[in-house]
């Protein structure tokens, strides 16, 4: 059986038996011969609608996983765990591996594939099935999300995790590389809108990197990008998150309008849009894609205290 390219390994014979025993066998990755052979078994062709396009280097695995920084007794969350590439490299780096799988076949593939490869890590390994954009609750609290997330879904599963689990710290997750651009863009930059806005809310994001499409099964026809964050604190408010998101929402439906434009179906009147803005110290005739999220924070605030005063005249 041929490991990653640059690994290789063999079963047969006295040799085989040997490089079994050896720590460079307890730590051998799945190469496209493994991901090729445990599809084949499981009768699985990576289909677009879940975004499956599985890692097939030894080396990319590794990339990721270091790049991820992770503390040998940390809890990782991933999502979307396939035929079992990176979650083998998760669970030589971390302490509890939690993998959200929405294919039940793939789901109930990996605890064999995690007890084949890493015999002495297969307690640390639990297995949800389930769609990761309705779990709620886990078996373990996660303190990191690593994952290779589905194009299609990459943003609204980010922020559904950063919302339902606080304990998640940190993380990296691979997404599609304008995805990337998007989510770590800072003002005035074309790319900056309202992933980057919503993400910013819990954390800190940051490109780590851009990841061939070479290295995946089937190749997909852009590359990948690396996305690190840090959690932090919300910006201090009597708004509600989904107060701010609302505001954002509105800001960015039409883009290319002045925030007074914009914001007057969501204020109630151009005029309310003004005076909101006013008393939220933005100029009303600035666009949404000059803003920082503090500033979004303030204007749903402002908002929220205009409107609290009107209903005490009324």
Not at 144 to 153: D, E, F, K, S
Request: charged content about 20%; overall charge neutral; aromatic content about 4%.
């Amino acid at each position: 059986m041929t490991d990653d390219p640059q690994n290789p390994q063999t079963t047969a014979g006295p040799a085989a038996d040997a490089s079994a025993a050896s720590p460079a066998a307890e730590t051998r990755l799945l190469g496209a011969t493994e991901i090729r052979r445990l599809a084949g078994e499981l009768d699985v062709r990576p289909t677009k609608t879940l975004g499956q396009n599985f890692v097939i280097d030894g080396n990319t695995i590794r990339r990721i996983v270091a790049a991820a920084h992770l503390d040998p007794g940390e809890t990782v969350l991933e999502v979307g765990p396939g035929l079992g590439s990176l979650t083998l490299g998760l669970l030589d780096a971390a302490a509890r591996v939690v993998a959200v799988e929405i294919d039940p076949k793939l789901a109930a593939r990996l605890p064999q594939t995690v007890a084949e490869f890493r015999p002495g890590a297969a307690g640390n390994l639990d297995v949800v099935p389930a769609d990761a954009l309705r779990v709620t609750e886990l078996p373990h609290a996660p303190t990191a999300l690593v994952a290779n997330l589905p194009y299609n879904v990459a943003v609204p599963v980010v922020l559904h995790l950063l919302e339902h689990f606080p304990t998640l710290r940190h993380g990296l997750v691979m997404v599609q590389d304008e995805v990337a651009d998007r989510l770590c863009a800072g003002p005035g930059n074309k790319t900056y809108g309202i992933p980057s806005l919503k993400a910013a809310w819990y954390a800190g994001m940051r490109k780590a990197g851009v990841i061939g499409m070479n290295v995946f099964w089937p190749a997909p026809k852009i590359h990948s990008g690396l996305v690190s964050f840090e959690r932090r604190e919300p910006p201090a408010t009597t708004a509600s998150r989904t107060e701010v998101f609302a505001a954002i929402d509105a800001a960015f439906a039409q883009r290319r309008k002045t925030l007074r434009a914009a914001l007057a179906g969501w204020a109630g009147g151009a005029d309310a849009a003004e005076r909101t803005l006013r008393l939220a110290g933005i100029d009303p005739q600035a666009r949404g894609e000059r803003l920082v999220i503090g500033d979004f924070a303030r204007i749903a605030e402002a908002r929220h205290q205009l409107h609290a005063e009107e209903g005490e005249r009324a």
